[in-house]
């Protein structure tokens, strides 16, 4: 159980940038990705933002075969997987196929598959719908694509935990590391703008109706009101330290360090939100003290109510002011089980350059959030570790600690 669990490679796929260093420099500059739909025509719904990926041709990155089999974020997924193992410097063929597990979280399935075989069963009958439906909708398609198509044989599975699951597929990924599988591809790829798609966020009652891009997605801000959907994620290459130095591993990120999970209760039983016992259950985790951690990547759902009670679970573990905060997803949007996964890439970045990613667009932090240190413009800092928080529909929530490279 004491094998360290180390990030050799990442791929992003992101609203405001494909690729980690596209990502990485858009993010910096306070680039967002976030604007009107144009996936479909949004003008007959009460909201019409969403962060889409449009430089996206998946016939340059996966092979003509899966592209009848497969979901836009699925197609997204294998070109991160690519770019992951790439970054690693992995080939998959070199490694025993026994040794290499995949995890990776979803939340929305294959949405716009799904969408476009029901129009053809109710517009030209049940003959003509696809049997790649019977998986390209489901959960775990991700994870059994990625496994078939690079041959990786061991332990595989998938985290259904909404926004909270890019880090409990990361936590799952370092049990197999320590039960002895030595190469886990995870993450979280997620994403579901079609119209069907639409109407389940819509159902959430949560969403932002303004129309303005930059004023649409405001967590802590006295004008929060509501989030912003979007597609994309990232997946990440986790390896047992000593087997990715014999393997030769081109670079190594940090250490998946510490992580907890937890549920919260149901709003009328009057016990305490699980927040705040999650990150400190994190922190034991990693052994480390909240002193120690230089930056804080918050969930920021972008509605008064989740948001005050994030920020009172920040500041009562390191206190007022204590911690640098930051919510980059304020570029992007809410990604789903990507969001948590690509907050996770972006804290290794930000340990690897020592610079913390601007919250884009906030401007006047509310109630309680006054007392946070919320980063608003990209600040160079001396970071060793950094936490990453979620918090999904259902009170699925969880915290993981990262820490750079010794």
């Not at 999904?392 to 490279?405: D, M, N, P, Q, S």
Request: charge should be negative; glycine fraction near 14%.
């Amino acid at each position: 159980m004491t094998a360290t669990a180390v990030v050799t490679g990442l791929g992003v796929a992101a609203p405001n940038g494909l690729g980690i260093e596209d990502y990485w420099r858009a993010t910096l500059n306070g680039e967002s990705g976030i604007g009107r739909i144009t996936r479909f025509d949004p003008a007959g719904y009460p909201c019409r933002l969403a962060g889409e990926i449009g430089d996206f041709d998946p016939t340059e990155h996966i092979p003509g075969r899966l592209m009848p089999q497969t979901d836009h974020m699925t197609r997204l997924a294998l070109a991160a997987t690519d770019w992951a193992l790439s970054d690693a410097g992995a080939v998959p063929t070199d490694l025993d196929e026994f040794g290499m597990s995949v995890v990776t979280a979803n939340a929305y399935g294959g949405f716009e598959f799904g969408h476009r075989e029901l129009e053809k069963l109710w517009s030209r009958g049940s003959r003509h719908v696809s049997a790649y439906q019977s998986f390209a909708w489901f959960y775990a398609v991700n994870t059994g694509q990625i496994s078939i198509r690079h041959g990786m044989r061991g332990p595989s599975g998938v985290l259904v935990s909404e926004q909270a699951g890019g880090l409990d597929a990361a936590g799952q990924a370092r049990r197999h590391i320590r039960k002895g599988t030595p190469f886990v591809v995870t993450g979280g790829v997620d994403g579901a703008l079609s119209p069907w798609g639409w109407v389940a966020y819509l159902s959430s009652g949560q969403l932002s109706t303004g129309d303005d891009p930059a004023r649409a997605y405001l967590p802590f801000d006295t004008a929060a009101g509501g989030w912003v959907p979007g597609e994309g994620g990232a997946i990440i290459v986790v390896e047992e330290a000593e087997a990715a130095r014999a393997r030769g591993a081109a670079k190594i990120y940090g250490e998946i360090a510490g992580y907890s999970s937890g549920i919260d209760p149901a709003p009328h039983t009057g016990r305490p939100q699980a927040l705040p016992r999650v990150i400190r259950q994190a922190l034991a985790d990693a052994g480390l003290e909240p002193a120690d951690i230089g930056v804080v990547f918050a969930d920021a759902v972008g509605l008064p109510e989740p948001d005050r009670a994030e920020a009172e679970a920040i500041t009562e573990v390191f206190g007022a002011g204590a911690v640098p905060v930051t919510a980059p997803k304020t570029m992007v949007g809410r990604l789903a089980s990507g969001g948590s996964a690509l907050d996770t890439a972006t804290a290794f970045l930000a340990l690897r350059d020592q610079v913390i990613p601007p919250t884009a667009h906030v401007t006047d932090p509310a109630g309680a959030a006054a007392d946070l240190d919320l980063v608003l413009a990209p600040r160079q800092a001396a970071l060793h570790s950094a936490l990453v928080l979620a918090r999904g529909t259902g009170g699925f929530t969880a915290a993981l600690v990262v820490r750079a490279a010794a």
